[in-house]
């Protein structure tokens, strides 16, 4: 008896879970610009639209948008095998980091293609 009474409350409540929507801040990080990023603090996510122009070394490469340029990581499985030019307009979410040097760039956690 017990079993059907939490059974029978469980599927009451499905319909309210299914259509809970989060009102809070934007996942995505917020939006700014490379000259906004780089005055951002360390640790937090912003999401920046642009072009990828340069490969530095390793996982570094140069990212430009109409503010300027910043360094950027982007590791293997962010790429997820996509061929992306200089020409090819992309929105990063990153996180504002700071190497040992004082320099600021961004850790990418995902890579979209704009068109």
């Known amino acids: 008896m017990r079993v059907l009474l939490i059974v029978s409350m469980v599927l009451l409540l499905l319909p309210a879970i299914a259509t809970a929507q989060f009102t809070g801040p934007n996942a995505r990080g917020q939006d700014s610009t490379v000259e906004q990023a780089r005055n ?4 937090t996510y912003v999401t920046v639209t642009g072009n990828i122009v ?9 990212f430009r948008d109409s503010t300027g340029e910043i360094r950027v990581e982007i590791e293997p499985e962010v790429w997820r095998n996509r ?8 929105r990063l979410l990153a996180e504002v980091d700071r190497n040992a040097a004082g320099t600021v760039y961004l850790w990418v956690q995902s890579l979209e293609l704009v068109n």
């Open 54 to 62: 340069a490969h530095l070394r390793e996982d570094y490469f140069t």
């Open 83 to 90: 061929e992306v030019g200089p020409d090819t307009t992309v």
């Open 40 to 43: 951002a603090r360390v640790d």
